[in-house]
């Protein structure tokens, strides 16, 4: 019986999505094979949450648990947190310190894709397209003009490394162009200005499942909103149509780039690309290297589409994890 501690919560606007990322994940887990622990991960604490809902520390020293007098270690971790500390590298660096098994990507992949700027920068040379963008770190001049010079009007304003659309935001004129600065630094102090790209959102997982890179059923996101912002994303303004309405050809060139993407840069566990198709022709938006796991969310609901439960979703995961942690 392996004890499995499900990470979830983190330091950013996330953290209520992680948490009920985590709980599915909790609730799911085979407990024939694992017993899953509840640790929630906050700036001011780390606990265990018993059932009870009591709160037990976490040792920071080997991320072990005092448990009414016994010492539990545990075997790996699921990794369900958004965001920091369980997107960005943080957390998985830690975990690589003290030889701990976990589920997501290593620590330089986390970093990379959380910092949207940097992600595409390495991802431009192998041929991935992507919007028309302009960067601003917090104190730098704004010129609007510049700006829409280089990117065009309407565009999205985004913070570099942010999650679920937060101080996401499309402006249409100078004025909202700042407004939409101003919101977006209140997330990061970096920025990404993206041309607007008029075409079909679509998000594809991609898991390494059984030791093999699989790539999900593609899903086409049908935005009641401007975008697809955090209302579309959780508050149901959105369609979600799985598998996607697009022809076998786009979907074929789709899986292809998105498979490629998961190969160059060298990932591990889950990850869920977001792509607009423009006359046939798709951009990458972002790459997320822990998405949502509920059973609302879009990845698990592609693997459904395959064929693959939440539980053996899960389970693959932590196998793989485990795996990796004896070769």
């Keep these: 019986m392996k004890h499995v501690a499900i990470i979830m919560g983190g330091y950013s606007s996330e953290y209520e999505i992680s948490l009920a990322s985590g709980k599915v994940v909790y609730d799911t887990l085979d407990r024939s094979k694992y017993t899953p ?15 009870k809902g009591e709160e037990f520390p976490i040792d ?38 003290i030889n701990m098994p976990h589920t997501s990507c290593d620590f330089y992949q986390a970093a990379l ?8 920068s390495v991802l431009k040379p192998y041929g991935i397209k992507t919007a028309i963008s302009y960067y601003l770190n917090q104190g730098d001049i704004i010129d609007t003009d510049i700006i829409i010079q280089r990117v065009g009007l309407p565009c999205f304003v985004k913070p570099n490394r942010s999650g679920s659309s937060f101080g996401i935001s499309k402006a249409k004129t100078s004025e909202e162009l700042l407004e939409a600065i101003e919101l977006a630094y209140k ?37 009641e909103n401007e975008f697809f912002d955090y209302e579309a994303k ?19 060139k789709i899986d292809d780039i998105a498979a490629r993407i998961y190969k160059i840069l060298k990932m591990e566990g889950f990850s869920r690309s977001e792509f607009i198709i423009v006359d046939g022709v798709p951009f990458l938006l972002e790459v997320n290297t822990v ?37």
Excluded: C
Excluded at 313 to 321: E, G, H, T
């Design 37 to 51: 622990y509840a640790i929630h991960l906050f700036k001011d604490k780390w606990v265990y949450v018993d059932e």
């Design 60 to 97: 920071k020293n080997d991320f072990s648990v005092i448990y009414h007098g016994k010492k539990i270690n545990f075997d790996v971790v699921f990794n369900a947190i958004h965001g920091t500390p369980g997107e960005d590298g943080l957390i998985q660096a830690y975990f690589e310190l």
């Design 113 to 120: 894709t959380m910092n949207k700027r940097d992600m595409l």
């Design 187 to 223: 997330e990061d102090d970096e920025i990404i200005i993206e041309s607007f790209l008029n075409g079909t959102e679509v998000s594809v997982g991609v898991i390494n499942y059984k030791g093999e890179i699989k790539v999900l059923p593609i899903t086409e996101i049908v935005s």
């Design 234 to 252: 959780y508050l149901g303004k959105s369609q979600e149509i799985t598998p996607a309405r697009i022809d076998d050809n786009i979907k074929n």
């Design 291 to 327: 998405p949502g796991l509920t059973t609302e969310s879009i990845l698990p609901k592609q693997a459904k589409e395959a064929n693959i439960t939440l539980a053996d979703l899960f389970d693959n995961a932590i196998v793989l994890a485990l795996q990796k942690q004896n070769q």
